[in-house]
């Protein structure tokens, strides 16, 4: 039996999303079918306004509604510490606990060779040279958070960014955030508690 072509549209177009399998793709198609329409078209307009109504943060490349975004505009911020997490999520799950009050910079990714990403396809060159313009004012950063994930190839991208600011600013300390946080974890699906004690026990990085 033929499936309808907007079914099987619709099916693969949530099989491209992460984590969802055909089965999984095809439960939430049939789900949808049931739905009425007036609930259908706000889950439609809600995804076709994702984009419009986001903007990324020139400075830190955070996702917000404005630019600068709400963290890197409050004055009560440290903006001689950044925090460097590999996507928003991590801020997201960083600010519940409101201990950190530096502020941040995104990569939104990782370096991954075995899918081709490299330094290059990420956010660092942008995390330089913002360093090299906010100490150019006659200002200082103090401290460096390498707070990307403690995998292979979040090890991988710490070390990276780690080397590259050793090289042009010496004087500035490299933390790596470490202590309650098992190898092979994501910070998004960390609690507020191990969260915390991971940024208490931060140590010298390089």
Sequence with gaps: MKVPKAIQNLIESFERLP???????????????????????????????????????????????????????????????????????????????????GVYHILHGKIDPLNSIGPDEIYIKQLLRRIKIYEGNGKKIS?????????????????????QIKNSHSHIKLTRIGRGLPVGADLEYADEITLQRAMEGRSDYG
């Design 19 to 101: 984590g969802i399998g055909p089965k999984s793709a095809q439960r939430l198609t049939f789900y949808l079918l049931h739905v009425p329409q007036g609930e259908l078209d706000k889950f439609a307009n809600s995804v076709q306004d994702l984009k419009k109504g986001t903007i990324l943060c020139s400075s830190c490349l955070m996702i917000g509604e404005s630019d600068p975004c709400d963290i890197c505009q409050n004055k009560e911020r440290d903006q001689e510490t950044i925090c460097v997490v590999e996507q928003p999520l991590d801020v997201y799950a960083l600010e519940k606990n409101g201990k950190y009050k």
């Design 143 to 163: 401290e460096v958070i390498l707070a990307t994930n403690p995998t292979m190839e979040g090890e991988a991208t710490a070390m990276y960014i780690g080397k």
